[in-house]
């Protein structure tokens, strides 16, 4: 038997050499993807990565700590103006704005995480959503932030590098996605995250064995808030152009939904949820040119429906895959993972 004798053995990245070969196999696979791929599914590839980015930091709140968010839009919105706006103003570099803009984001998180000590469930939720939509607001009433008109981004330039194209934008998404969920991995391995475990499953007994309720709490909603503000970040700059409009409260809903159907506590889930239903969000939203599907739902809404809310069709399969995963599988999609690998490492018994 493999004993363990320190927890941060469970940092490692690599424990056996099966996991080297398929991270190695993955590695290989992202790097010859953009050489491969079309303009369309380079973009939608980084739209997917912004996607996991913001999950992984909205379940260390939701699925580590226990707390509820439906604010999430609000950080990813600081974050993307905050960019924008430390770099055509303050002249500041891609790296340094990216990373002063979440830190912005995290500082907002923080205060939020106020509240958290004394709220729970839905009253935390509405407080969340309250916030989330008070940011979009504000930032649509500041002529700084270009009022409802938006922003355009500034041309990105990092070093003798000019990045233009989707292809571009590939190379400098995915290094930062990795190495963020790497961080993530390893921050739930670690004190902070067998805290925050402690604080979901039995908030009372945690206190009791003297984990600090309001600073780690309050620590989650930072670190969920800086993952969003560096989505946030990226996002301005894969979109090229944001406005207040953006952020609504259905992008935070999509968010949470994402934790869900991916998997409470799992980091990987939070990636397949964010691929999923990124994915769907995508192909969805041109429903009506899917060969076949979009020609009998044209006909079908013509004969029965108002032909202007097919698109609401995609809100029904999201919500459809949500009540099927909670009734068959709580875990969401790494629950499904588990089952598989169990069951082939017992096969044929």
């Not at 696979?29 to 999950?55: K, R």
């Not at 932030?145 to 990045?163: A, K, M, N, S």
Request: proline share 3%; hydrophobic share 55%.
């Amino acid at each position: 038997m493999d004993m363990k004798r320190d927890y941060y053995e469970d940092v490692q990245l690599c424990t056996s050499g099966v996991v080297v070969f398929w991270l190695v196999a993955l590695l290989i696979g992202l790097a010859a993807f953009p050489f491969l791929a079309s303009s369309y599914t380079l973009y939608m590839a980084n739209f997917l990565a912004i996607n996991v980015i913001v999950v992984i930091g909205l379940n260390i709140l939701v699925g580590y700590a226990g707390q509820v968010s439906l604010g999430h839009a609000g950080f990813f919105a600081i974050g993307a103006y905050g960019t924008v706006i430390l770099m055509s103003e303050a002249q500041l570099p891609f790296f340094a704005a990216l990373v002063l803009a979440a830190l912005i984001a995290a500082a907002f998180g923080f205060l939020l995480g106020l509240p958290a000590l004394r709220l729970e469930g839905p009253y935390l939720a509405i407080a969340t959503l309250g916030f989330g939509l008070t940011i979009t607001q504000i930032i649509g009433r500041i002529e700084l932030f270009g009022g409802r008109q938006g922003l355009h981004t500034p041309d990105l330039i990092i070093g003798p590098w000019h990045l233009e194209s989707d292809r571009d934008f590939y190379f400098l998404l995915i290094p930062i996605t990795v190495l963020l969920a790497i961080a993530a991995r390893n921050l739930t391995k670690t004190k902070i995250g067998r805290a925050l475990i402690a604080i979901r499953d039995a908030e009372i007994a945690a206190e009791t064995l003297g984990v600090n309720i309001m600073g780690y709490k309050t620590l989650a909603f930072a670190i969920s808030a800086f993952y969003a503000g560096i989505g946030g970040g990226l996002f301005a700059f894969v979109l090229r152009f944001i406005e207040p409009e953006i952020f609504t409260l259905l992008m935070s809903i999509m968010f949470l939904a994402m934790v869900v159907v991916g998997g409470l506590g799992s980091i990987m889930g939070s990636i397949t949820g964010a691929c999923l239903l990124g994915w769907l969000d995508l192909q969805l939203r041109n429903i009506l040119e899917i060969p076949y599907l979009g020609t009998w739902l044209e006909a079908l809404s013509q004969e029965w429906f108002s032909i202007t809310g097919v698109s609401n069709i995609q809100l029904i399969v999201f919500g459809t895959i949500m009540v099927l995963i909670m009734l068959f599988e709580p875990l969401g999609l790494f629950g499904f993972w588990i089952r598989a690998k169990k069951y082939w490492k017992t096969w044929p018994f």
